[in-house]
């Protein structure tokens, strides 16, 4: 097994004279000057007392400088602890205090909703998206010293000029922590996932392997999914970056009209999704061509049948820039209507599936080789088992093993214990099935996360949490509908009478209790509406509300 900042090393060394990372429409940085970058920050590291093992957090929009902060991390040989920016102020104070970071790079549309004093362990907070990096708080002599001077620290360790051959990267071993990821941004509920430098080289190996006689040098990907998970951070920036491909990072929110723009500017190589985005794409794009008298009667007729489909496809691969291998799909299950249109017009998709804790992949299948309606097989270096009498034909929780799988959950014993048994075994919490070809099929999620429209992972639990805390809420599911998140919520009549409480008093009352809500929770964990339940949730024997039951309860 290779160092993985050896990789790194490498790579820019070998792509020097590259385009390596560009903030789109904005400004480009050649692996040259990413690694004068990542070369000024191990001196700002090494002047601050920063140690091999020690943890710097990243918080921001994704960006070159991102990017760069987070690969200057884990080649000096300290932690690197990414946050999802859109994380309430109180969240992401959580994970730095948690995580015992010692610095923190932070974007410029977080840094003004954070309070420095929240987080007393910090030695400095660093602004990581203005052209140099800027010292918001220094705390200790050291780190005052090292920003004030680095650029002059900088020329005296390089008086003749920086080249590729100066780099020497720290050399990592295979089960030393190097990511420490939170999959929740609640001190109550947050896990951080301890991943070490072999499951990240994995993921990079895994790529490789499965990608690289499809793309190389000089081809382009659009980033468009959280870096602050594993799934946008291995597959729209380590993978690309180690490979010489050229990353474009989105400057705004990702909506269809601006996704298209730039495929079409970008014409990516590769194309890496969650499904609501796919399937926005795809309702907006296809299906109105599909449902067209004409069209529908074509479809009937065996000699236009062919074409028709033949024409759908290319217009809808022109969408997405015209010159990508495939689109992999994955985070969350993928709308069957969707994948049924996808398949009869014979285009190029595939869908994958992972989690944190294998950082990320678990499975996957070229998509000329996928199976519709199933995530893959087994990745290289991974194992999958179903906890079954009779997997093919019997539902059973999804396991794992191999290379990819975490070292645990940061200072959290009892959660690392659930998820991994003694033979190595990681219990994902999915339910699904494998057929002959090792194809897996889930079929549930016992984990009840869902996923936003950009990549974020929502626990419904914990907005629920907030919710029932509100006025005369006695019970409450949030629930998901396409890009928007409802609130059901039961009121017990006895307290709402005995308020005196009419039915559009209570009903003004759940929007007061919903845009208080949508102010102490994540932009993308805001509710669009509350419906008012007639009558109690039902309940399982242990008075568990059977969430199931109301996955497609109609609202709105």
Not at 98 to 127: R, T, Y
Request: charge should be neutral; aromatic fraction near 10%; charged fraction near 20%.
């Amino acid at each position: 097994m290779k160092s993985f900042n050896l990789c790194v090393q490498e790579s820019i060394q070998k792509y020097w004279e590259l385009d390596g990372l560009s903030d789109y429409g904005v400004r480009t940085f050649q692996y040259n000057d990413v690694a004068r970058i990542i070369e000024k920050l191990h001196i700002l590291f090494e002047a601050s007392g920063i140690q091999h093992g020690d943890r710097i957090a990243i918080c921001g929009r994704n960006s070159s400088r991102w990017g760069i902060a987070f690969l200057a991390t884990l080649t000096y040989g300290a932690v690197a602890v990414p946050i999802l920016h859109e994380f309430h102020p109180d969240q992401i104070h959580d994970i730095v205090n948690h995580s015992e970071a010692k610095l923190l790079f932070v974007g410029d549309q977080v840094w003004p909703k954070l309070n420095p004093d929240k987080m007393p362990a910090l030695d400095g907070i660093f602004g990581n998206s203005s052209d140099e990096f800027i010292l918001h708080v220094g705390r200790t002599e050291k780190v005052r010293y090292a920003r004030e001077n680095l650029n002059r620290l900088f020329g005296e360790k390089f008086p003749m000029n920086f080249r590729k051959q100066h780099i020497k990267y720290y050399v990592d071993s295979p089960d030393e922590l190097a990511v420490l990821n939170y999959t929740s941004g609640t001190t109550s509920n947050s896990k951080g996932v301890m991943l070490p430098f072999r499951a990240i080289w994995s993921n990079y190996a895994f790529a490789v392997e499965v990608l690289g006689h499809q793309m190389g040098p000089g081809d382009r990907v659009l980033s468009m999914l959280p870096m602050a998970h594993m799934y946008g951070m291995a597959f729209e920036f380590i993978y690309e970056f180690l490979h010489g491909i050229h990353v474009y990072f989105l400057t705004k929110s990702p909506s269809p009209a601006v996704l298209l723009s730039a495929f079409a500017d970008i014409k990516p190589r590769l194309i890496v999704a969650v499904p609501l985005i796919i399937e926005k794409i795809v309702r907006k794009a296809v299906l109105p061509k599909l449902q067209t008298a004409a069209v529908k009667i074509a479809l009937r007729t065996p000699f236009l049948r062919d074409r028709v489909l033949t024409e759908v496809r290319h217009k809808l691969q022109s969408a997405f820039g015209g010159n990508f291998y495939e689109v992999i799909i994955g985070g969350a299950a993928f709308n069957q209507e969707v994948e049924a249109v996808l398949h009869d017009i014979g285009f190029n998709y595939t869908v994958g599936y992972g989690a944190t804790e294998c950082a990320p992949i678990i499975s996957y299948a070229d998509w000329k080789s996928f199976k519709p309606g199933s995530c893959g097989r087994a990745a290289p270096r991974m194992e999958v088992r179903i906890d079954s009498p009779d997997p093919q034909n019997v539902l059973g929780e999804i396991f794992t093993r191999g290379t990819n799988v975490m070292l645990g959950y940061y200072k959290n014993p009892e959660a690392t214990a659930a998820a991994l048994d003694s033979e190595g075994w990681y219990h994902t919490g999915d339910l699904g099935v494998m057929d002959g070809d090792g194809n897996i099929f889930i079929k549930g999620r016992s984990k009840n996360m869902l996923l936003g429209a950009n990549g974020q992972n929502i626990y419904p639990e914990e907005i629920e949490d907030k919710l029932s805390s509100l006025p005369y809420v006695t019970e409450c599911l949030v629930i998901q509908r396409g890009e928007h998140l409802y609130g059901l919520v039961y009121a017990d009549p006895d307290e709402v009478r005995g308020a005196g409480i009419s039915e559009a008093m209570l009903e003004a009352q759940m929007e007061e209790n919903r845009q208080q809500l949508n102010r102490v929770v994540p932009s993308y964990a805001r509710v669009h509406g509350i419906h008012l339940m007639s009558e109690e949730f039902q309940k399982t024997p242990k008075k568990s509300i059977k969430r199931y039951l109301y996955t497609n309860y109609p609202v709105g």
